[in-house]
């Protein structure tokens, strides 16, 4: 073999190896970024889902409370059935192991059912909100996983930690100026 030839046959194996190198890269890429795009695109149906299932099971609730006098016995059972069942679909919706944001929405949800009979309107102003914020702190997480990438532990705390800390200072805002009223 001459000079030629092994230079010819080293750069033909450089080639193949760079060629290979980068089909390697690029189908991980192309991997990571479909499982990016498909993680986002179902956290924004999840948060769409959601925020229909509070808003129509708020709107039956304040719905029933106005009419509660004027419904037939069949159309009371109706309106049961139909809070009952969005107030189920909106709780499997929720983590049951996060206790400020999901298991309040829960137990919000719950406390409108009790009060279905009563003005319910200040436990749905808090239900709605809590969830708000909780639709926030989701829009957020979407936006930055599309921006970033898949987000590490510490990165989603640190967006969990910032709108807990919004929400709070929204509720004690709300207490003093309760006070102030007083």
Known sequence: ?????????????????????NLYITFNNSKKTTFINSVTASRI????????????????ATSYSNRISKLSYEQYWELHKE???????IRLYLNPMDDYWDNQIILLTNEVMLKSDKDPSETIERLIELTQ?????????AKKESEVGILTHKQKKEIYDKYVALHKSVITSKNV??????
């Open 1 to 21: 073999m001459t000079n030629i030839e092994i230079v010819t046959l080293v750069g033909i194996g450089l080639t193949f190896i760079v060629g290979s190198i």
């Open 45 to 60: 149906k999840y948060i769409q889902e959601l925020r229909e299932s509070i808003s129509r099971f708020c709107a039956l």
């Open 83 to 89: 809070s009952d069942s969005l107030k189920y679909l």
């Open 133 to 141: 914020f909780l639709l926030k702190l989701e829009w957020e997480g």
């Open 177 to 182: 100026d309760k006070n102030k009223i007083n």
